[in-house]
């Protein structure tokens, strides 16, 4: 070897980095996305807590010996619930007040088993079908009401 060659080597580069542990702005945003995931929860669960309590009530305050005054409790019930909506609704009779519970779209109560709400406080009795045709009809109004739809 000659005084002038030097053994040089090839350069070595260092390994890759793990991908254990992440980089602090990984942290951040899985932090921020459990925080997403929590409040969502948070927000369905007090959803669904509140329906349940507002089909608890229905099914309460709907309790009755005879249909007429099952029927009867249905309608104070969405009478209440519409004065959640519109002050005005709770003065409305008549085809009005139907026309005002079946909402821009349905004909549920002014051309359906909602009707029963106009002539249950006249009849004697009976009534059963009538109000096993109203409940879920009434119940799914009672429903949007309290949760603030129209």
């Not at 948070?42 to 669904?48: G, M, V």
């Amino acid at each position: 070897m000659a005084p002038t060659e030097l053994p040089l080597r090839d350069v070595h580069l260092p390994p890759p980095p793990g991908w254990w542990p992440p980089a602090p702005g990984w942290w951040w945003v899985g932090a921020g996305v459990l925080l997403l995931v929590v409040v969502a929860a948070a927000l369905l669960w007090r959803r669904r807590a509140r329906r349940r309590r507002w089909e608890r009530l229905f099914v309460e305050e709907t309790r009755g010996e005879s249909a007429v005054v099952r029927i009867a409790a249905i309608s104070a019930l969405l009478r209440r619930a519409a004065r959640r909506i519109d002050a005005s609704a709770d003065t409305l009779a008549g085809e009005a007040w139907l026309r005002w519970l079946d909402g821009a779209k349905a004909q549920g109560f002014s051309a359906g088993p909602g009707r029963v709400l106009l002539e249950h406080g006249f009849r004697r009795g009976g009534g059963e079908a009538e109000l096993a045709a109203l409940e879920p009809l009434a119940r799914r109004r009672f429903l949007q009401l309290m949760a603030g739809r129209r």
